[in-house]
């Protein structure tokens, strides 16, 4: 138990545990919109057929895994987990402003933008971790 508890250590601090809870909100409310009301987001889109019912739907359930691990990072309080799903996230929220940018002809459209936004917080949020990674491995 000693060990488990020491590869959950340093706890996660109070601003990136704030923004974990904003992305598990985020998460699961973009989850219903790919599942439930895409053309929210994505004038024109429909979930009549298989290929657009798939899409959606499989895109939404990968949503929530990523929600639930980052929620068991929050619930751990566990910073090592934390940084570890902001690392897949980052690299999600990169591929998919690369697909955007491949479909609009290289002109982002503002859910590309947002996605590279968030992208970027996420991997300030990242670097906060690993230094206090660092500072924790430091001390005696």
């Not at 929620?71 to 090592?80: C, P």
Request: aromatic share 10%.
């Amino acid at each position: 138990m000693t060990r488990l508890k020491h590869l959950l250590q340093p706890e996660i601090p109070t601003l990136p545990k704030a923004f974990g809870w904003v992305l598990v909100l985020a998460g699961l409310f973009f989850a219903y919109v790919y599942m439930m009301a895409p053309g929210m987001f994505f004038p024109g889109v429909g979930i009549q057929t298989y290929s657009e019912q798939f899409g959606l739907y499989s895109t939404s359930v990968r949503i929530l895994g990523a929600v639930l691990g980052i929620l068991v990072a929050l619930i751990l309080n566990s910073s090592a987990l934390f940084a570890l799903m902001l690392v897949t996230r980052i690299f999600i929220e990169l591929g998919d402003v690369i697909v955007g940018l491949v479909i609009n002809n290289g002109s982002p459209d503002q859910n590309t933008f947002i996605l590279l936004v968030l992208a970027c917080v996420e991997l300030l949020v990242l670097v906060t971790l690993v230094r206090l990674f660092i500072r924790s491995a430091a001390r005696p």
